[in-house]
């Protein structure tokens, strides 16, 4: 008598034999099917002895014929998939390579998984390269994304058009890299030295940045929108025309740098360094300057409508044609050296409220249509 382990036991040997055998059962069942049809199409009806009269003589060739493609077809399956294993192996190998410590050996390892393909199509998503030696290594155009290579020494390493999402580049020297072209958006770059890099054109929204040595980064037309860079070091680095809205730059230093015409629209700025900063024509609109220095900033034709300045250091800075309209300037710090947006020099005794209020019988409006306080425009 049958129990019900015996039935499971027979029901998986017939799973494994269909899984073994598939295509050859499919085939015979196709022959089969095949020789039926075209006997009923023949005689009208289904003639068992007409089949077997017909084509008893040849059936054993037939048989042979369908068993030897069968055995072609196994047989090129078993090759197919011993391939993808050996293939796997070797991808695994070289990725273990890219951890080498010894001179050279990554830069092999990165070719090699660039000639397989492996490099590009997604097989290296999420490795784990934290604290390897990867200097000039060849990543350009290469999958990375959510990949760990915080602490990685990456210095003068090519990225360019790589999709680098989310990876983990904290506390990595990316120094003299190329970044060019490269999609880094939400990666984690915290803590990182990226000195002299080239991220012209890069993706970096929504990108961790704080605290990362920016200095001498080439950032032109690189998208910075909803970034992090609170603490970067950006001193003297040319953001002209940079797309930063709603980036956070608390406590960033920012002294000397070129952000002429760059859009700082509902950026964080509170307590950042602007001293001597270009920031002609800058869009700061709601933007939050608080306790911000902006000393010897050049900032003439910015537009600071409803923008945070309190608490500010403006002492030396050049106000000429800024909108102020809507601004806030409580404990905000000038001196005889700052220049008010209509050219005169601050004075102890003077009203800056018609500057800000658009309400105040003498508000403010500019002659000069280059300014965003001109008294037709916007």
């Known amino acids: 008598m049958l129990t019900v382990t015996d039935v499971k036991r027979r029901w998986l040997r017939a799973q494994r034999y269909w899984d073994d055998h598939e295509v050859a059962i499919l085939i015979v069942a196709a022959a089969i099917g095949i020789e039926l049809l075209g006997n009923v199409i023949e005689h009208g009806r289904l003639d068992f002895r007409n089949i077997i009269s017909a084509y008893h ?6 048989l042979l014929g369908v068993f030897f493609t069968m055995f072609i077809i196994k047989h090129e399956f078993r090759k197919r998939d011993n391939r993808r294993v050996r293939e796997a192996h070797v991808r695994s190998e070289l990725i273990e390579q890219m951890r080498s410590s010894s001179h050279g050996i990554p830069n092999w390892a990165a070719l090699e998984l660039r000639q397989g393909g492996w490099l590009v199509d997604g097989s290296l998503h999420g490795i784990n390269l934290h604290g390897g030696n990867l200097n000039g290594v060849d990543f350009a155009e290469a999958d990375l994304q959510c990949s760990d290579l915080s602490g990685a020494s990456l210095q003068g390493a090519n990225f360019k058009a790589a999709h680098l999402s989310e990876v983990n580049f904290c506390d990595a020297n990316i120094s003299g890299a190329n970044l060019s072209k490269a999609n880094l958006h939400e990666a984690n770059l915290s803590g990182a030295n990226l000195q002299d890099a080239n991220l012209d054109s890069a993706k970096l929204n929504e990108a961790n940045l704080s605290g990362a040595d920016m200095r001498g980064v080439n950032l032109h037309n690189a998208s910075l929108h909803s970034c992090n860079l609170s603490s970067a070091v950006l001193s003297g680095v040319d953001l002209a025309s940079g797309k930063l809205q709603a980036t956070i730059l608390h406590h960033a230093d920012l002294h000397a740098a070129n952000l002429r015409s760059a859009n700082l629209q509902r950026a964080v700025l509170s307590s950042a360094n602007l001293e001597n900063a270009n920031l002609e024509r800058a ?5 939050v300057l608080y306790q911000a220095n902006l000393g010897k900033a050049t900032m003439t034709n910015a537009n600071l409508f409803s923008a945070t300045l309190e608490r500010a250091d403006l002492r030396g800075a050049n ?14 710090r000038f001196d005889a050296s700052t220049i008010l947006p209509d050219g005169e020099k601050w004075a102890i005794d003077m009203d800056l409220a018609r500057f800000t209020s658009s309400s105040h019988p003498q508000f403010w409006r500019s002659l000069d249509s280059a300014s965003p306080a001109y008294k037709n425009g916007g």
């Open 57 to 62: 003589a040849n059936i054993s060739t037939e």
């Open 283 to 287: 869009n700061l609109q709601e933007s």
């Open 319 to 332: 106000l000429m044609g800024v909108n102020l309209e809507g601004a806030g300037l409580f404990e905000t």
